[in-house]
């Protein structure tokens, strides 16, 4: 079985984050895979309850990625207060090659690099990915999507979180394409003035502008929220404001420096230092390349900094400078050494909710047998990281529900789409409008 041909074949990209696409890490060679059950996001619950629902499934894609790959162990991540999906992970698994390591319930301990060095004590190079340490990391849904795929099923469904102001918090599997209205609608949340929606946690996830859009194979949650909540108002601060209002709020105290992650694994990224650059001279880019370094995990900005203001906003201007000029951040050494402090400064995700002023919103989201099927889909040719994929599909074809409707453009990164509805195209441009 090629699994890395089934995997392109079937569409399967990580199913959150950038959503690469897995038949790329699927061709490498590694000595170990790491299953990301992390889940590091507040109140997003898909990983957790996947492992415990479809435990042998996952167990079965592992050792199918595990044969691939070359990897000799396979560590499953997850955290400890996961007590049943443990227990069912436990359960299932009958290969002495694989281990279930415990994590603690910090942010953000879904991190790739983060996650690698809690299982394998193995520091990622800066600019570097799992496979420089010599491991393979994937998560959850994207190792069933795996397993589902070796019965030719493509990626058409993802599962997701609704929750925040919602009556019942949910976990559901739906259709790629779905309109978020769609998915709240189906959820009882009928009423949408006065709230906005987050797409995925409430650390990285971005408001969503248009509750038409669809969601997409990397949706991992949709968090309804009061336009006035503290976290909707921080998030909707413009780039160009955040960085004047950084200009002149900056107390050069370190904190966001003392608590970012990379920096803490012994990178070089000082967010205190790119403040004191827009501060004193925000048009000099001598050595503001660190920028590049930032994962834009956000817990400098929505949890460390006392004064409210924006590391990671300013960060993220300055890689837009450095790219528009063509600068890259180039590593000056090969081995990184964990500051000491790192053990004493990981933050609790509880404490990290009641900063958040999500504590309200704290509750179990089950994972439950509701399956909807729109009337109409907008599937993105675009949801993954590389190229758009090129429509294979011409207005009034009929389609059926798993149907490839775009393909890779030749040598090129990308990902192949397919039909989540049987139905009719309707209209193609970035989207393929399918009309059931």
């Known amino acids: 079985m090629d699994l890395v041909r089934i995997a392109r074949e079937n569409g399967v990209v990580g199913a959150g984050g950038a959503g690469f696409p897995t038949h790329v890490k ?7 895979f790491i299953l990301n059950g992390a889940e590091c996001e507040p109140l997003l619950r898909v990983d957790q309850q996947l492992i415990k629902a479809y435990a042998p499934e996952i167990i079965s894609g592992i050792k199918k990625v595990m044969e691939t790959v070359g990897a000799a162990k396979a560590f499953i991540a997850i955290k400890g207060k996961h007590k049943e999906a443990i227990d069912r992970v436990n359960e299932c698994i009958d290969d002495s090659c694989m281990t279930v390591v415990l994590l603690e319930d910090f942010y953000p301990a879904g991190d790739e690099q983060v996650l690698v060095y809690e299982v394998l004590k193995r520091v990622v190079p800066e600019m570097g990915i799992p496979l420089k ?3 393979v990391v994937m998560n959850t849904e994207t190792v069933l999507n795996i397993y589902n795929s070796m019965s030719q099923v493509p990626v058409t469904d993802t599962y997701l979180t609704i929750t925040g102001k919602v009556s019942k918090p949910v976990t559901l599997k739906l259709p790629i394409g779905t309109s978020v209205r769609d998915a709240l609608n189906h959820c009882g949340v009928t009423d949408t003035r006065g709230v906005k929606v987050i797409d995925g946690g ?33 998030k909707s601060m413009p780039l160009e404001r955040a960085r004047r209002i950084a200009r002149v709020a900056c107390e050069q105290c370190r904190m966001c420096t003392d608590l970012c992650p990379r920096y803490l694994l012994g990178h070089n990224m000082q967010p205190h230092k790119m403040m004191r650059k827009v501060v004193h001279k925000y048009q000099n880019l001598e050595e503001a390349e660190i920028a590049f370094l930032c994962c834009e995990c956000n817990l400098c900005e929505l949890y460390a900094c006392p004064v409210n203001i924006t590391p990671k906003s300013v960060n993220v201007f300055y890689k837009g400078l450095l790219l528009e000029k063509g600068i890259k951040y180039i590593p000056d050494k090969t081995e990184f050494i964990p500051r000491p402090t790192r053990d004493y400064r990981k933050v609790p995700v509880k404490r990290l909710i009641q900063k958040l002023g999500l504590n309200v919103y704290d509750k179990a989201a089950p994972l439950l047998d509701l399956y909807f099927t729109p009337d109409r889909i907008r599937m993105p040719l675009k949801q993954h990281t590389g190229a758009p994929a090129i429509p294979v599909v011409s207005l009034g074809q009929l389609v059926n529900k798993g149907d490839l409707i775009g393909e890779i453009p030749e040598n090129a990164l990308g990902a192949r789409v397919h039909a989540s509805i049987s139905g009719k195209v309707t209209a193609i441009d970035q989207f393929i409008t399918i009309q059931s």
């Open 26 to 32: 699927l061709a490498a060679k590694a000595e170990y």
């Open 133 to 135: 340490v010599g491991c």
């Open 202 to 234: 409430p650390m990285m996830g971005k408001i969503i502008g248009d509750l038409d859009d669809p969601i997409t194979k990397t949706t991992k949650g949709l968090i309804v929220l009061d336009e006035e909540h503290m976290l909707i108002k921080r």
